[in-house]
């Protein structure tokens, strides 16, 4: 499960069977874990995280847009 991003105390990876659905990215902060879609970001789905939390996530995910696009092919491309 390669790790994209660590910015601040939150986790930004994929698991390697990803593969198949659209990109996306986990993030994690403790037992906190959320799913990213990327184009478009949208928030997926949450477990733990707080409206002010997913909208810091979100925000990250948009600054490092193209960061986590290349990263995923990349990695699936391989």
């Known amino acids: 499960m390669p790790t994209?991003?660590?910015i601040g105390s939150y986790r930004f990876f994929f698991y390697s069977?990803?593969?198949s659905e659209?990109?996306?990215?986990h993030v994690e902060k403790n037992d906190n874990l959320a799913?990213?879609?990327v184009d478009p970001i949208?928030?997926?789905n949450s477990v733990?995280?707080?409206?002010?939390?997913?909208k810091q996530i979100l925000s990250i995910?948009?600054?490092?847009?193209?960061e986590i696009m290349e990263a995923w092919n990349d990695y699936f491309s391989s």
């Not at 659209?22 to 990215?25: A, D, G, T, Y």
């Not at 733990?48 to 997913?54: D, K, S, T």
């Not at 995910?61 to 193209?66: F, G, T």
Request: charged content about 30%; aromatic content about 6%.
């Open 17 to 19: 069977s990803d593969n």
């Open 48 to 54: 733990g995280f707080n409206r002010v939390e997913i």
């Open 4 to 6: 994209i991003l660590r």
């Open 42 to 44: 949208r928030l997926q």
């Open 35 to 37: 799913k990213i879609w």
């Open 22 to 25: 659209p990109i996306h990215v």
């Open 61 to 66: 995910v948009e600054e490092h847009q193209i």
